[in-house]
């Protein structure tokens, strides 16, 4: 204490001298109009400066319920999508047939595990048996096709990839369905193959690819990507296409699981048949 | 005292009634009363030498209606004579208590320290008075011309009183 006496008598002057400058810049840039416009000005830019910054952390820290509103929203589309065939519920959406039979839901979900650097990518939702969520159900992301469920415990589901050698799905392509395997080489990331397209047909690069009619797993249009290559080899009569995935598996984190309500029966009857 | 009083009065005086009013050029603004703080006797305390610019900005101040500008100035001129008187040698001077001026500090070193408290002094009210907006061109030659006037008129006060107590 006697030092810290002693540090201010010593500095008693500099204190003295910050107080008194503190005083006139106080009566400067208040009582003087040109100055106080200044004043205001600058303090105004330092102001929205820190605004802007103390508002993008908020923004950052609030990304989850963010991107939880986003889902919604991407229901929404889906909505807006198919004004004809879908019907919403609070926390699921429904595609429904013709004859206003709910076909197909949709059950949004979190990823909170993913691969997409193996043979064999898996992916796992935190929505499982409790959601009514079981083997053999399609998954898809906002973007397009992510996967089909290959189990499920009571909270939590693994979902297999489209990254995924197992993975196969017949493509629809310019609205025309192609009975061919559209499958992943583990060649490229983010790249399917598709062969068995004979050269006759229109393909063209960019060309959108979706889902058809010959899944129980998936409605019908659901895109899965884009035609990024045509390989055109002379002594073969089919195209080798490069497919490039509309769900980029790597940023992966909102799904939705899609029920198929009638499954088991329509399963029955393909089986019959 | 009463003398030391009455040279503080008329400083002011003059400053306030004729130069303020002095109407040669839009460029000329002669600031001739801090001769008063440049003369302050050389054994005030620092907080004493504070206390005075800081009262003699005040009363400025409120004679221009300007209010903090001539005294942050003040301020800061008294800090930068501190500065440099104290690298010129002038214990003996202050033990007598006597005044800072030409004939305690010798010519060379009161026209060096008068030159630069002088310039910084028009320098400072003129970027104050103008901050966010400053015209260089004007401050430059309004604040040198000013300095020179200035300068000039201080010099003419260190004749008078050479003449005066020789």
């Not at chain 1, 047939?97 to 193996?118: C, E, G, R, Y």
């Not at chain 1, 006759?200 to 895109?223: A, H, R, W, Y």
């Amino acid at each position: 204490m006697q030092r810290l006496i002693a540090f201010i008598e010593y500095n008693f002057h500099i204190i003295l001298f910050v107080i008194l400058q503190t005083i006139c810049g106080f009566l400067v840039f208040s009582l003087n109009p040109y100055q106080q416009a200044i004043f205001s000005k600058a303090s105004l830019g330092v102001t929205s400066t820190i605004n802007k910054l103390s508002s993008d952390v908020y923004s950052y820290l609030n990304l989850k319920s963010q991107n939880t509103l986003l889902q919604n929203q991407i229901s929404q589309q889906f909505k807006e999508s198919f004004p004809q065939s879908l019907h919403y519920l609070n926390d699921t959406f429904s595609i429904v047939d013709t004859s206003m039979h709910h076909l197909f839901d949709a059950i949004p979900a979190h990823v909170v595990f993913n691969t997409a650097h193996k043979a064999n990518n898996v992916f796992i939702i935190n929505k499982g048996l409790d959601h009514g969520i079981k083997k053999n159900m399609g998954v898809i992301s906002s973007q397009g096709i992510a996967g089909v469920v290959l189990s499920s415990n009571q909270n939590y589901s693994a979902v297999m990839s489209l990254l995924n050698t197992n993975m196969k799905i017949t493509p629809h392509i310019n609205g025309q369905e192609y009975f061919t395997e559209m499958i992943w080489d583990n060649s490229k990331f983010n790249c399917l193959t598709i062969n068995g397209v004979n050269k006759l047909e229109q393909i063209n690069l960019g060309d959108v690819v979706s889902t058809g009619n010959s899944s129980l797993l998936f409605p019908k249009g659901i895109p899965i990507g884009n035609i990024s290559k045509i390989n055109n080899t002379p002594k073969n009569q089919y195209f080798e296409l490069e497919l490039k995935t509309a769900t980029n598996f790597r940023d992966l984190e909102y799904v939705f699981v899609i029920i198929n309500n009638e499954y088991l029966g329509l399963n029955d009857l393909l089986l019959n048949d | 005292m009463i003398n030391q009083i009455i040279y503080w009065v008329l400083v002011i005086g003059f400053q306030v009634l004729v130069l303020n009013h002095l109407d040669l050029s839009s460029y000329i603004y002669p600031q001739v009363f801090v001769t008063l703080l440049l003369t302050l006797p050389l054994h005030l305390k620092k907080t004493y030498q504070l206390l005075i610019g800081f009262g003699l900005g005040l009363v400025m101040d409120l004679f221009i209606c300007s209010p903090g500008i001539h005294m942050s100035a003040c301020l800061w001129f008294i800090v930068i004579r501190m500065l440099i008187l104290n690298r010129q040698d002038l214990k003996e001077h202050a033990n007598n208590k006597l005044e800072y001026s030409i004939r305690t500090a010798g010519f060379s070193p009161f026209i060096y320290t008068t030159l630069i408290l002088i310039i910084f002094y028009h320098f400072y009210i003129l970027w104050i008075e103008g901050i966010g907006n400053i015209n260089i061109e004007y401050i430059t030659k309004t604040g040198l011309s000013s300095s020179l006037l200035s300068l000039t008129i201080i010099g003419v006060f260190q004749a008078l009183k050479l003449n005066k107590y020789p």
